[in-house]
């Protein structure tokens, strides 16, 4: 859903559905939040959990420093509509990754 907001953010020509839209995408991007951090303790092994956490707290982090800089390359080269059209194909990526990840199955191989 948050892919299909941010598609259509692009598409909207008043402030106010860009806004709703953006508003309404942001809500279902943080629905599964808490999730990630289970699916750590589910995947890897009890003393893997932190370094685990820590690499994902630190991919997480390292979009929000680079996700400025790409924002204006995007918006100055291709239009301000681009960069809806990134952040959606950045969410399709990560729901496709993120249903690739069986959590529970990773204990087993480990312990």
């Given at each position: 859903m948050t892919t299909l907001c941010l598609v259509l953010v692009s598409q909207v020509h008043t402030a106010a559905a860009a806004l709703a839209l953006i508003t309404l995408g942001n809500a279902f991007n943080s629905l599964p939040?808490?999730?990630?951090?289970?699916?750590?303790?589910?995947?890897?092994?009890?003393?893997?959990?932190?370094?685990?956490?820590?690499?994902?707290?630190?991919?997480?982090?390292l979009s929000a420093v680079i996700a400025p800089t790409l924002t204006g390359y995007l918006s100055s080269a291709f239009g301000y509509s681009s960069i809806f059209l990134a952040a959606a194909a950045v969410t399709c990526v990560a729901m496709v990754a993120m249903l690739q990840v069986k959590p529970g199955l990773g204990l087993s191989a480990h312990e």
């Open positions: 939040n808490v999730v990630y951090w289970t699916v750590v303790i589910d995947s890897v092994p009890a003393g893997r959990v932190g370094v685990m956490s820590g690499t994902m707290h630190f991919v997480a982090s």
